[in-house]
């Protein structure tokens, strides 16, 4: 069986039987996609790992901006980092959701 067909399969199965954690996980991983600044860190992190430092500079946004939305998208489980000295590196660390975040690139491109 593909994976779109066990994805098809498991979502039917389920459907019905979402409890209140699955839907909170749900709603706050729809609300992390809906903000531009994070979709954007995202997008730059799919590409690889950075620095605060680079991300900002990368995308031209202030540090203390980078660091609350990445405390956000960590808090998910969105992103993870390393410790290099005094510096955290990021990097993307959910493979489902950064999956979704391409699909909706790719759809709004070829709209």
């Known amino acids: ?11 039917h199965d389920g459907a019905q039987d979402l409890d209140e954690e699955t839907l909170f996980v749900v709603s706050q991983t ?3 996609l809906s903000d531009p600044t994070r979709i954007r860190i995202l ?3 799919c590409k690889g ?3 605060v430092n680079e991300i900002a500079e990368l995308l031209n946004l202030s540090q203390s901006s980078v660091s609350h939305q990445l405390r956000f998208l960590k808090n998910l489980r969105l992103v993870k980092f390393r410790r ?3 510096t955290l590196y990021y990097s ?5 959701v950064m999956n ?7 759809h709004a491109v070829h709209l």
Do not use: P, V
């Open 92 to 96: 993307e660390d959910d493979d489902h």
């Open 30 to 32: 729809f609300k992390a």
């Open 49 to 51: 790992e950075h620095s």
């Open 1 to 11: 069986m593909s994976e779109e067909q066990e994805y098809k399969e498991a979502f």
């Open 100 to 106: 979704l975040l391409g699909k909706a690139i790719e």
């Open 43 to 45: 997008h730059l992190l």
């Open 84 to 86: 290099a000295g005094t």
